[in-house]
């Protein structure tokens, strides 16, 4: 199984950035997929979840009305639409995967939220 994200860069505050993690070595459909971010000094944080068929989605209170999760089963991809960027978002962010009881996790890619 491999997760890789790519994406990532510095923007401005209230800028947009999109995320996208490429799965590998897995019957990607079947599988809840998960992005996590880890702030400076923090811990690791759930901020979005998506369903195997991309019907529900979930959010942090945080990142809720900013962000998007999005994926392409075809692609084997999970996207995280980010927009209205605050400093308070810089983080390594990471996608998830839980297959029989494993975890896999992306090697995360940073968003840097400055002006």
């Known amino acids: 199984v491999q997760l890789v994200e790519s994406g990532g860069g510095l923007v401005q505050p209230g800028g947009s950035l999109r995320l996208s993690c490429a799965a590998s070595?897995?019957?990607?459909?079947?599988?809840?997929m998960y992005w996590y971010r880890r702030a400076p000094g923090k811990e690791r944080e759930w901020i979005a979840s998506?369903?195997?068929?991309?019907?529900?989605?979930n959010y942090a209170d945080s990142v809720k009305g900013r962000f998007t999760v999005a994926r392409d089963n075809a692609k084997k991809m999970v996207s995280l639409q980010m927009n209205n960027l605050k400093p308070e978002d810089t983080a390594v962010y990471y996608c998830?995967?839980?297959?029989?009881?494993?975890?896999?996790w992306g090697q995360g890619t940073q968003v840097t939220v400055s002006s």
């Open positions: 998506i369903t195997p068929t991309g019907t529900n989605t």
């Open positions: 998830k995967a839980v297959i029989s009881l494993t975890t896999y």
């Open positions: 070595g897995i019957t990607f459909s079947s599988y809840v």
